[in-house]
């Protein structure tokens, strides 16, 4: 059980709205099914999904990013209400948002961490929703606590973003230090870090962060051969990084996509992956991979353009949610 102070609140029902039946059919959407939870102490009795929303910006802010993405959560559940349901049989639950009080960002990933611990103890498939990209320190180091007392078990991290967040932590976590703080963890208590990212664009990452990258033996693929074109290579290499590790975790960064589709975050750039490109390697991850939790970072809805980025997110999570 969670026990330091209550971060965790109860979403507005209002967010979960939508069409209601079309006429005579007899139609279901996300906002039907969606059940809301009081607190995290639920044991699955059947295959079930649990939404967990990070509202945090500090990690942001800390980064010298555009705040903005404590929305980011609410944002993703009011596209995603609107969504209709196919081939889904597992429960579908909403957690609720985590949020950050007094610029705690260390508290708020702890808190996390325990959030993602306790749904994977009680069966539960973890759909985190950012929120800052801090959000998967948290999300992550629950998961892996979870397999750690099942017993052993390498967890590799897939990545997509234009981004490597392997900033040093100089003195405080943020946004652009999260897999160095998870490296950091790992690293402490012997285990090791294994890491993929996909879409790492130049313009975005200085020379110096590369360099860290080589160091700490980062696999990685530029935008530039993210492309559907190149589809088998990106194939073969995520088949040698599966072959590595016993589960994945999947974490998205919407600046990974192109700005055409996904204005709404931080750091937007032009470059980025096409939507179909994502939806591909997804679908080869599960198939090929035990995934076993996974996070949507960086949504900022103050720069959303009629909900381009939201409903890209909202997409991703039903997606996801399908796959698992
Ligand atoms: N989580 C975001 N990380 C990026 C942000 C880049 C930017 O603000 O331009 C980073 O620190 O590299
Ligand atoms: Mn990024
Ligand atoms: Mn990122």
């Known amino acids: 059980m969670i026990e330091t102070k209550e971060l965790l609140h109860k979403v507005s029902a209002a967010l979960w709205q939508g ?37 945090v910006d500090e990690g942001v802010r800390r ?21 209709p349901i196919h081939n889904q049989e597992k429960d579908l639950l909403d957690f609720g948002n985590i949020c950050c009080e007094d610029r705690d960002l260390e508290t708020a990933q702890a808190y996390l961490r325990k959030a993602t611990h306790q749904l994977k103890t009680n069966g539960i498939f973890p759909i985190v929703l950012g929120g800052g990209h801090d959000i998967t320190y948290g999300s992550y180091m629950g998961v892996r606590d979870y397999i750690k007392s099942k017993g ?9 973003d234009a981004h490597f967040d392997l900033r040093p932590m100089v003195d405080k976590p943020t946004s652009g230090t999260v897999f160095n703080q998870i490296y950091y963890d790992l690293r402490k208590e012997g285990e090791e870090f294994e890491y993929f990212v996909l879409g790492i664009q130049e313009q975005g990452n200085s020379k110096a962060l590369f360099d860290v990258a080589k160091d ?61 490109f994502v939806w591909i390697v997804l679908d080869f991850v599960a198939k090929n991979a035990e995934v076993v939790g996974c996070d949507i ?17 909202a997409r991703l999570v039903d997606f996801l949610a399908i796959q698992k």
Not at 34 to 51: K, T
Not at 67 to 74: H, T, V
Request: aromatic share 8%.
């Open 63 to 83: 980064n010298q990013g555009r705040e903005g993405a404590i929305n980011g959560p609410d944002a993703i559940r009011n596209r995603l209400a609107k969504i």
């Open 152 to 160: 052993e078990g390498k967890i590799g991290i897939l990545n997509f």
């Open 297 to 313: 970072a960086e949504l900022n809805p103050k720069f959303d353009i009629d909900n381009h980025t939201a409903s890209l997110a």
């Open 216 to 276: 700490l033996g980062t696999d990685f693929m530029t935008n530039f051969e993210c492309e559907l074109s190149n589809i088998s290579k990106v194939q073969n290499r995520l088949k040698q990084f599966i072959n590595k590790i016993d589960y994945l975790y999947i974490t998205i960064d919407l600046d990974g996509f192109s700005s055409a589709y996904a204005p709404g975050v931080s750091a937007p750039s032009p470059l980025g992956f096409e939507p179909k």
């Open 19 to 55: 069409r209601e039946n079309d006429g005579s059919l007899d139609c279901e959407y996300w906002h039907h099914r969606i059940r809301l939870q009081e607190n995290l102490a639920l044991e699955s009795v059947s295959p079930s999904i649990g939404l967990l929303g990070y509202a």
